[in-house]
């Protein structure tokens, strides 16, 4: 049990010694908190940068333990880079997470506007239609889904990874909160102008919502990015994204390890590149939201 | 508040005021419904439509062929499901996974979190970014990366520990690792909402508490963690519900549910029966089951949230 905290002060005449007291323990405090957090950070990063390390490694020294990979080589990438078309799977992966995201930021704009701005029968139930999706596996609906791609025949295309996922109820929780925030006296201002509903949402919600809607769309396309149950299911045949791209190299007379997390390397590459450069502000919008 | 709320055109003349003509009428009222159409036609025919038709599916038989036609068969298929073994088995693996996981999604981030309020400035955002990142890696490269430090002789796990157990190969500790790689990627995301709900508790309370002579355990225990409750049963939901969620890319790509079974669990029974054994009937069946199980689960836990719950008025 550690040492308790004095914070009622008895007297003046101690009140020196308790202040080094209590200073040597914030301090302690600090110090434990320091090291917790630190090992817990590198246990985090460790399987990352493993995976950066080994891809980076000349062939030869695959096996190697050196925590740091010496000679460089790009050697993995090259090979990687010859095994697949790499390319076309990048393309094929951005297309794939921009569209969806895209798709998600204006069917919950759209959605987010109509719960924020107006009041309307059957609102609530409605508004349940949208949550309850989270209730739903996506193991249950993918058989009817998957036979519904194959009929409209667009089975192993980016379009039948694409389709199905235009409408996330996340997206509309978050942009109706966001509506909301937006002062009543602009809409107000829009309507005595005599600008329609539409023109309202083009020209005062989604302006006011810059930067909000922004961080949405990054956090979709990174969700969308990272999918893996839809594009598994239906590129089946073509794995025509970065993620089924893996599943190359993994085979029955052996796993390439240097290709491989060249390849995995690559796939995460885009995500993390912008998280460091929007972390501030992911991680803001986050703990901000969640103090409403 | 609303654009709606437009004061009525001023009945001059009474009686023919009320027959507004009934297309002005609709027209007044449509914009609401006509913003929530795209969003709400995507949800019928991707998410309620198929739900119906798992219904349906779940009482006939069908190979998934389009040419052969598929079988009433009335309640078999719910017979044959609560019959065959793997059902309960992976019920079971499912509640393992569960329990493995919350010291990953409630206990490990709240210890951190309490911790975390003594750290300020850049470490603590360079802790954050570290810890966080996981969650970021994709799911298939994150199965990758582990297997490759899993190897039995070439990883780095049992390099460094001098063992040469091989992990994924052998029912207990391949079940043990799909709970510390899922539990790896979803650390991060439960240490921010942990933080965030910290963040929202005033720190009045714990000073006035202190005041009043109790110490820092005191505070935290009668204090800081019923304040916290709401996030807390928030993410003891989030684990009931999505464990077995999280853990179905990495299953698929490095166990694939062995070996002999052991890391099956109910999302990767559902998929093997539809797409491994080619019985849509019975994956439509287990599929309903669980998500009638589950759809209780949420409720009952809401339902006790609300009343356990203690709050911050």
Same mark, same amino acid.
């Given at each position: ?17 308790? =202040?080094?007291?209590?200073? @040597?323990?914030?301090? /302690? @405090? ?17 399987? /990352? ?11 030869? &020294? ?12 790009? *050697? ?11 390319? @076309? ?15 998600? /930021?204006?069917?919950? !704009?759209?959605?987010?506007?109509? %719960?924020?701005?107006?009041? %309307? ?8 239609? %949208? ?20 009929? !409209?025949?667009?089975? &192993? ?8 996922? /235009? ?12 509506? @909301? ?19 309202? !949402? ?11 809607? *922004? ?18 299911? #239906? ?5 025509? #994204? ?6 190359? %190299?993994?085979?029955?007379? =052996? ?13 995460? !590459? ?23 | ?84 073994? $793997? ?36 470490? +603590? ?76 508790? $005033? ?76 019985? +849509? ?33």
């Amino acid at each position: 049990m550690t040492p308790e905290l004095l914070v009622e002060v008895p007297g003046p005449v101690h009140a020196p010694s308790d =202040g080094a007291v209590v200073l @040597r323990e914030s301090r /302690l @405090r600090a110090a434990l908190g320091h090291v917790v957090l630190g090992l817990l950070g590198v246990a985090c990063i460790i399987p /990352l940068y493993w995976l950066y390390a080994t891809s980076l490694r000349a062939p030869e &020294n695959i096996y190697s333990l050196s925590p740091f990979p010496w000679p460089l080589s790009v *050697a993995n990438y090259v090979e990687a880079w010859g095994a697949v078309n790499l390319p @076309r799977l990048l393309v094929n992966t951005f297309v794939m997470a921009a569209m969806v995201a895209l798709g998600q /930021l204006l069917t919950g !704009l759209l959605a987010g506007y109509a %719960f924020a701005a107006w009041r %309307f029968r059957f609102q609530n139930a409605l508004y349940l239609v %949208f949550i309850a999706t989270w209730l739903v596996p996506f193991q249950v609906t993918m058989v009817p889904n998957y036979a519904l791609l194959n009929q !409209l025949g667009v089975l &192993n295309t980016i379009a039948g990874a694409i389709i199905p996922n /235009l409408c996330t109820a996340l997206a509309v929780i978050m942009l109706r909160t966001h509506v @909301r925030s937006i002062p009543q006296e602009l809409l107000e201002a829009a309507r005595m102008d005599g600008r329609n509903a539409w023109a309202t !949402l083009w020209t005062v919600v989604v302006p006011n919502l810059g930067p909000a809607l *922004a961080a949405l769309g990054v956090l979709l396309f990174i969700n969308a990015w990272n999918e893996y149950f839809w594009p598994a299911l #239906v590129l089946q045949r073509t794995n025509d #994204v970065l993620q089924l791209a893996l599943h190359s %190299f993994i085979g029955p007379e =052996g796993t390439q390890w240097g290709p491989l997390m060249a390849t995995a390397g690559l796939a995460c !590459l885009p995500v993390l590149i912008l998280y460091l450069v929007l972390q501030r502000r992911i991680v803001d919008g986050f703990v901000r939201s969640g103090l409403k | 508040m609303t654009l709606l709320e437009v004061p009525a055109p001023p009945r001059l003349s009474a009686p023919a005021a009320v027959t507004i003509p009934w297309w002005r009428r609709v027209a007044r009222a449509a914009p609401p419904y006509l913003f929530l159409a795209p969003g709400l036609a995507l949800l019928v025919v991707w998410t309620y439509r198929p739900l119906v038709s798992a219904v349906q599916l779940s009482f006939y038989s069908w190979n998934l062929l389009p040419t052969s036609p598929a079988r009433p068969v009335g309640f078999d298929n719910f017979g044959r499901l609560f019959a065959l073994p $793997d059902f309960g088995a992976s019920i079971g693996r499912t509640a393992v996974l569960i329990l493995g996981l919350l010291p990953f999604t409630l206990v490990v981030p709240v210890v951190v979190g309490l911790l975390a309020r003594h750290v300020r400035g850049r470490a +603590a955002t360079v802790y954050q970014a570290l810890v966080f990142a996981p969650m970021l890696v994709a799911p298939v490269a994150g199965a990758a990366v582990w297997q490759w430090m899993l190897d039995p002789r070439a990883g780095l796990v049992n390099r460094v520990l001098g063992t040469t157990t091989n992990w994924l190969q052998e029912p207990g500790s391949a079940q043990l690792a799909v709970i510390v790689i899922t539990g790896w990627h979803v650390l991060g995301f439960a240490t921010l909402v942990v933080a965030a709900g910290l963040a929202g508790i $005033d720190s009045e309370y714990s000073a006035a508490a202190s005041l009043d002579g109790a110490t820092r355990w005191q505070t935290t225990r009668w204090l800081t963690l019923p304040l916290l409750s709401p996030t807390l049963s928030f993410l003891l939901l989030m684990t009931l519900l999505l464990a077995a969620q999280w853990s179905f890319p990495l299953i698929n790509t490095i166990t694939h549910g062995g070996p002999s079974g052991a890391t099956t669990n109910i999302y990767f029974l559902l998929w093997d029966y539809a797409f491994g054994s080619f019985d +849509a009937g019975l994956g439509a069946a287990a599929g309903l089951v669980f998500f009638l199980g589950f759809g209780l689960i949420a409720l009952v836990l809401v339902r006790l949230t609300e009343r356990l719950s203690f709050h911050d008025s």
